[in-house]
């Protein structure tokens, strides 16, 4: 596995647990169809939640959520829509989250969560 890949899985082991801690049920991951990837589906509540994570080594090229562009966002929209479909589970309330990540591998990671970017 290359090194990013392995940061990546590590990111999404660490947002899932982070997730779960704040009482969000993580119930997909890594959820894949032709229009693209889903690293976390969750329900908060009465809410389906589709997580964005983004893990980063360091701030060098930008913090993680600036990775979080308007495409990307209309793209996990069309995701959340197809993830519905695909599980027959149609909540009330749609929301997206980001969680940021940086973990150099020495220090504590430090988690960040956007609740509700789009």
Not at 51 to 74: C, D, M, Q, W
Request: with cysteine; aromatic share 6%; proline share 3%.
């Amino acid at each position: 596995m290359r090194a990013k890949d392995a940061l990546g899985q590590r990111g999404e082991i660490l947002a899932a647990d982070f997730l779960e801690d704040l009482g969000i049920k993580v119930v997909d991951r890594n959820w894949r169809c032709p229009a693209g990837e889903i690293d976390l589906v969750a329900v908060d509540g009465g809410t389906l939640v589709i997580v964005e994570v983004k893990t980063r080594r360091s701030n060098r090229y930008g913090h993680p959520f600036e990775a979080i562009s308007n495409a990307k966002l209309n793209r996990l929209r069309t995701l959340a829509v197809l993830w519905q479909r695909d599980h027959s589970a149609f909540l009330p309330k749609l929301r997206i989250d980001v969680v940021g990540i940086l973990d150099d591998g020495k220090a504590e990671p430090v988690i960040e969560h956007l609740c509700g970017v789009s």
